[in-house]
């Protein structure tokens, strides 16, 4: 899976480690040609096209985009790579370089995995959800892995982050193949691609999505009062075309404030299917 030896890969943690803490604007970093380009692509021959009944299904003016539950859709070739970044050699190179100590992987890949999406969709900027449901573990660090061959800029999908205020977009990544970003989760990490999709009807983004946490955080990490919260989506300052998401985000914030929590819930359930 990779072209290097562990010594090299440790190696290599350290001299980026500095570079990640002091990117703009939050800790961040990108490798191109990471993984073995063979071994690569044949993950990408495995992977799905999505949309069946087993998927989660995003259709709301915070997001249209496609993404896989656990396991279930993996290759076996995926199988192996996604078990290998959950590894103790891949948690030791990304402690190393993020600085975060004693990160875990998640076997049941909540809310990671496959994602996909297609012409028209997008991912508006937010902040990711901060606790693990099943573990109660604090998300750490956001892994992500690109697939996309011969992707041109024209295509768009940029993975984007943004400032605090969200005045400003500091850095956009190309999502490309065997292109290795990641960055710090924090609550003011604001990062996604809020702009439709225009890539060929035959084409969609695709990406493997990995998540890191820890037991406990820095209180410098966590805004008050939100110490676990579900992910939580920012519009852009001054952009029209998110009128209907700061609508849609108010009579969902009014329902999680007044409808009872099973209701809630299986409202929710309904939405994402």
């Known amino acids: 899976m990779l072209d ?57 003016p915070n997001e249209v985009k496609l993404a896989s539950r656990g396991e279930q859709r993996f290759g076996k070739a995926t199988k192996v790579f996604m078990h290998f970044l959950n ?42 959800f901060n606790k693990h449901k099943l573990t109660g573990l604090d998300r750490r660090l956001n ?8 992707w041109d800029e024209s295509y768009g999908g940029h993975f984007e982050l943004w400032n605090e205020d969200m005045t400003k977009c500091e850095k956009k990544v190309l999502p490309i193949f065997n292109r290795l970003a990641m960055f710090s989760t924090t609550d003011f990490s604001y990062h996604g691609h809020p702009d439709k999709l225009t890539c060929p009807e035959d084409r969609s983004r695709k990406s493997l999505a990995l998540y890191y946490y820890t037991n ?10 939100l110490e676990d919260h579900t992910t939580l989506f920012v519009d852009r300052k001054g952009e029209e075309s998110e009128k209907g998401m700061r609508v849609y985000n108010g009579l969902v914030k009014f329902a999680t404030d007044w409808l009872p929590p099973k209701l809630w819930k299986a409202l929710k359930n309904a939405r994402n299917k």
């Open 87 to 128: 590894s103790e050699p891949f948690l030791n190179f990304l402690s190393e370089l993020t600085g975060i100590e004693n990160l875990l992987g998640d076997p049941y890949y909540e809310g990671g995995g496959c994602h996909q999406i297609k012409p028209g969709g997008f991912l508006k900027v937010h902040a990711d």
């Open 216 to 225: 406990g955080r820095p209180k410098e990490e966590i805004n008050d009062g």
């Open 143 to 150: 892994v992500l892995i690109y697939l996309n061959k011969d």
């Open 4 to 60: 290097i030896e562990y010594d090299e890969l440790m190696g290599l943690a350290r001299h980026y480690k500095n570079d990640y803490a002091n990117n703009s604007p939050f800790p961040n970093i990108y490798f191109d040609d990471f993984f073995n380009s063979d071994f690569l692509s044949e993950v990408l021959s495995e992977f799905p096209e999505m949309g069946d009944k087993g998927d989660i299904q995003y259709k709301n």
